[in-house]
Nanobody, 125 residues
């Protein structure tokens, strides 16, 4: 079992920044590929970003490339999503997730076994 707790969400004006944090605990969090997903009201959960176990490989959905940065500190069992240049369409609940597979990265929510409760991000225009 891996427990994930997100923090750092809030209300920000368009163009602003937020830093989301995901604290992992339980069964060796460093053995997992980590990802961020988001879900806006009335929409399906959407992939945002993922990072490999060693942190060397990162991937982003096209709509956030150049604005969001994912990183991880395995010594602290923490994954960070730094979000700059926020837009109203970024408004959603952001979830951290952990995938136990052997790959470098995963884009599908079904590949992730463990999920946090989410943190609300609201971007005003």
């Amino acid at each position: 079992q891996v427990q994930l707790v997100e923090s750092g969400g809030g209300l920000v004006q368009a163009g602003g920044s937020l830093r989301l944090s995901c604290a992992a605990s339980g069964r060796t969090p460093t053995n997992y590929v980590m990802g961020w997903f988001r879900q806006a009201p009335g929409k399906e959960r959407e992939f945002v970003s993922t990072i490999s176990r060693n942190g060397y490989y990162t991937y982003y959905t096209d709509s956030v490339k150049g604005r969001f940065t994912i990183s991880r500190d395995n010594a602290k069992s923490t994954v960070i999503l730094l979000m700059n240049g926020l837009k109203p369409e970024d408004t959603a609940v952001y979830h951290c997730a952990a995938a136990p597979g052997s790959g470098l990265h995963y884009y599908r929510a079904s590949d992730y076994d463990y999920w946090g409760q989410g943190t609300q991000v609201t971007v005003s225009s």
